[in-house]
């Protein structure tokens, strides 16, 4: 078996020297007589010798390191094996998803997952399901480092009372809205009134629409509201409670939106902007037309 050295492989062996010693066609480190060998196949033994030098200089990896099973892959990598390459990127991930400390995510799950990716084309979760379980994540990462930074820090006790507090006001009025007359809630919790029905198109998660809308906390204060009478964004860029109540309506139609925390901006609110966190949300909205999502389309940022 021959090997093809790229230029820059042999200029590199040449500048660094690879630790042969002064007197490279002697015996070898590892019982080879160099003298017996050509040139390349003094130059493959230097390059496998700096490759370890390499693994050594990584003393976390040369404690793990068995060169039987370096071998073994090696030889599989002459022979193009791809079989193992399975190998590799199981071990990849594993690594990947074992030095990941903050989701602890559960091992078993993802190897079922995965073989079952195998087999199916869908895993059975909507793009909303996905966002949903994303948001939520997220959440509950975010409120774990905020309660160990709030052992110390006064700023992160402030925002843990925060959101409890605002958790507890956007239960209360939504409870109160729910008890309304004309008051329609879904599956997801999201809360609405039809002021206006519409008669035209009714618009899909991949789509663009063009909206009249005012923003509002439970309190009544505007957070924001389209300009000039229209805005225009995508749909999958906006909070799920607003993409969900959107596509439930047609062109023409009119509807109020009463978003829970985890269908608006969760219990992060926008740091520094306008909506606290766990804040429950108002959406007065007018549907004016729907348009196919296009390519490399300049979008107006969603509502927030």
Known sequence: MTFRILPFALAALLVVGVGCGDNATTGGASGDDLSEMNAFEQLAYALGFEAAQGVKADSASFKFFEFATFEEGFRDGLNADSSRLAYLFGYEMGNRLGRDTTANLDAEIFLRAFRAGLDSDSSGLSDEDLQRISTTVQDSISIRQLRQQALTDTSAQRMLRDMGTNAAAATRFLGEVAGRSGVTKTSSGLLYTVEETGSGASPSAADMVVVNYVGKLADGTIFDQSTDGTATFALAQVAP????????????????????????????????????????????????????????MQMQLPPQ
């Open 241 to 296: 409670g607003f993409r969900e109540g959107v596509m439930g309506m047609k062109v023409g139609g009119k509807r109020t939106l009463y978003l829970p925390p985890d269908l608006g901006y969760g219990q992060q609110g926008t740091p520094g902007g306008p909506i606290p966190p766990n804040a429950a949300l108002v959406f007065e909205v007018e549907l004016l037309d729907v348009q196919p999502m296009q390519q490399n």
